[in-house]
């Protein structure tokens, strides 16, 4: 009864054109240059969700930059997510996938700040439409979120010579995100949204693509803000001619020599998975001399990174290793002996452990140091966390720590990958979510009835958010990072 009352009341508006005026207020109603969308309403929250930012990547137009809508004016409901992009082990996933979803407090006029998510998973899984990224929360608080699909794997991040015709060759996921970044600075005022006051925040490779999209002229002047929770901040990016030979590993792999753009999506999926099985990482943003011109870390070193306010920083306890094998092979590729590791971890009880601790340690939080400092060097506000809260329930047996914090910022609970959380885990995500929003609002997290967080600047400070305390200080763990810096920088 609800929608039909809405449907019958933003009718109404289109007729006596008092739409154009103020489509959103009284009625979840949105006037795109893609048509006219009428939202759902759950509580205080308005959500639009599965709308399209650019043309379905099929046929054609896979593997080519994300080509634009054409305007209409149709009145479409946006009641469901779209589909998810094409991976493994996701059968709903679809190619056709480019969609964004928008939640808004409903009744409020804006302009509100704006919150886009990217969502990690190696960059070839994940989806924004995972209920643990239901913007809800954030919005009752009177901010708008949005959501991003973008291409993944084969489809995200191939580089083919048989594709130079298309405009570009690889990184198309990153396309796909300064595309719906564009969409979100034409469209979002529509929904109650300020274009001018954007910040991008997600974790793992949606933290990277962020750090990316900071470097990239392209999209410099469609955020304001930026939030990059666990990013790889070292980690070297393939050369054009690396991730070319993965494309022709994956033509190899098809046994055929038809258009590739023909190819089922099935076949591609099936030899995604062999070179995936082999290479993890063969299919990523790679240094194509256009959006991508350097790894993350040169970039900040050199400064060229957009001079905006950053959060910055990792989980305690990134990563777990389970088995004799992968401690022995990440103990391999450490370039440390056993013996020099338990020097650095004297408190970690086991060999898988250590190891868990050194790779968090190296790949994640003295990263996320070394960008802090190098962006902070630029004058840019900085603030730098360390996540190290493990939700009550799950202490005696703590799962691996890699995105354990979205649930904190989101506030889902009950959902796949989100348990039910305890008063004082409430407490601490209702703390966590304040600041990431005050800093959305304005580019400093700090507000009422909250630990105060001292920005990064020069000094070695951190707000650490433990079981016992949220509070800024001195990093304990900086002699320990210092060492790595070091071994790094050889």
């Not at 893609?34 to 137009?61: D, R, T």
């Not at 080519?64 to 709903?92: F, H, I, K, V």
């Not at 933290?207 to 900071?214: D, N, Q, R, V, W």
């Not at 022709?248 to 998975?273: F, I």
């Amino acid at each position: 009864m609800r929608f039909l009352l809405a449907l019958i009341a933003a009718l109404a508006l289109l007729c006596t054109g008092a739409a154009m005026a103020q489509p959103v207020g009284q009625f979840p109603f949105a006037l795109t240059r893609e048509g006219q969308m009428l939202g759902a309403v759950a509580g205080e929250v308005a959500s639009f969700k599965g709308l399209a930012y650019a043309a379905p990547p099929v046929g054609p137009l896979r593997w080519r930059p994300p080509q634009a809508l054409p305007e209409s004016s149709e009145m479409s409901t946006a009641y469901d997510y779209g589909a998810p992009c094409l991976q493994p082990s996701m059968p709903a996933a679809r190619e056709d996938c480019l969609t964004l979803n928008v939640f808004r407090p409903f009744g409020i006029d804006g302009p509100l700040p704006v919150m886009v998510f990217i969502h990690g998973g190696g960059f070839v899984t994940g989806t924004a439409n995972d209920p643990l990224f239901d913007g809800s929360r954030i919005a009752q608080a009177g901010l708008i979120v949005v959501t991003v699909n973008y291409r993944l794997g084969a489809f995200g991040w191939f580089t083919h010579p048989a594709l130079s015709d298309g405009g570009g060759s690889g990184n198309f996921g990153l396309m796909d995100q300064i595309t719906a970044l564009r969409w979100v600075h034409d469209n979002i005022a529509a929904f109650g949204g300020d274009a001018n006051n954007v910040t991008l925040f997600g974790n793992g490779a949606g933290a990277t693509s962020i750090a990316l999209l900071m470097l990239c002229t392209q999209s410099r002047d469609l955020f304001q803000k930026a939030i990059l929770q666990s990013v790889p901040g070292r980690a070297l990016l393939p050369s054009s001619q690396q991730a070319e030979a993965v494309g022709r590993q994956l033509v190899a792999a098809l046994g055929q020599a038809a258009d590739l753009r023909a190819a089922a999506p099935a076949r591609l999926l099936a030899a995604e998975q062999r070179l995936l099985e082999k290479a993890p990482r063969s299919f990523a943003p790679a240094i194509d001399g256009n959006l991508v011109t350097e790894d993350i870390a040169v970039g900040f070193a050199s400064g060229h990174e957009s001079r905006i306010p950053l959060i910055i920083g990792s989980n305690d306890d990134e990563t777990r290793f389970d088995s004799e094998l992968e401690v022995k092979e990440a103990l391999s590729s450490a370039g440390e002996s056993a013996d020099a590791l338990r020097e650095l971890y004297p408190n970690a009880a086991k060999p898988p452990d250590v190891v868990a601790r050194f790779y968090t340690d190296k790949v994640f939080a003295e990263p996320a140091r070394l960008l802090a400092r190098l962006h902070a060097a630029t004058g840019a506000p900085t603030f730098r966390y360390r996540f190290a809260y493990v939700p009550e329930a799950g202490r005696s047996n703590p799962d691996e720590g890699h995105g354990r914090e979205l649930q904190f910022i989101f506030g889902a609970e009950g959902v796949p990958g989100a348990g039910i959380f305890s008063r004082r885990d409430r407490e601490v995500a209702s703390r966590i979510r304040a600041y990431w929003i005050n800093f959305a609002r304005s580019g400093d997290p700090n507000g009422a009835e909250l630990p105060h967080w001292d920005a990064a600047a020069d000094r070695d400070h951190l707000l650490l958010i433990a079981n016992d305390r949220i509070a800024s200080g001195d990093d304990p763990s900086a002699e320990r990072l210092d060492r790595l810096a070091r071994e790094s920088e050889k």
